[in-house]
């Protein structure tokens, strides 16, 4: 399975510890990220992350040119709702394209760690079909 990693700056911390108590999962797994997020993972994991650019320089357009084609199975996108951001026309967009194809999408640690428990067990087999 592919997917894509994004954490905004209040939660990269975040990002780097949940990626750390799942290792083995997401290691089974193909992962990109944009550019900052995907270094920290790599940095505290040595997993192998496909990064884009960082999210405010393309990054997050990146990411959904990815999903547009179908390429990535699982988005974990951990945001920072109370901070704006200038590129939220992208973010938006991100939560758009996930909705318009079928692409589980988690926004918080608790829905992440859903995900990823659902990726153990299979239950996210579906998408090669999906795909087909």
């Not at 290792?23 to 192998?48: D, H, Q």
């Not at 589980?104 to 087999?125: F, H, I, M, S, Y």
Request: net charge neutral; glycine share 6%; proline share 3%.
């Amino acid at each position: 399975m592919n997917i894509a990693m994004v954490a905004h700056d209040a939660k990269k911390k975040l990002m780097q510890n949940f990626c750390i108590a799942y290792r083995g999962i997401l290691s089974k797994n193909t992962l990109y990220a944009t550019g900052t997020t995907g270094r920290l993972i790599e940095e505290v994991t040595n997993l192998t992350v496909h990064k884009y650019l960082a999210g405010h320089l393309g990054g997050t357009q990146q990411l959904g040119t990815q999903i547009e084609h179908n390429l990535i199975d699982m988005v974990i996108f951990l945001r920072d709702p109370l901070t704006p951001k200038s590129h939220e026309p992208d973010v938006n967009n991100i939560f758009q394209l996930c909705d318009k194809h079928n692409i589980p999408l988690a926004t918080n640690l608790a829905t992440a760690e859903l995900l990823v428990k659902a990726l153990e067990r299979g239950d996210l087999d579906w998408r090669e079909l999906f795909k087909s």
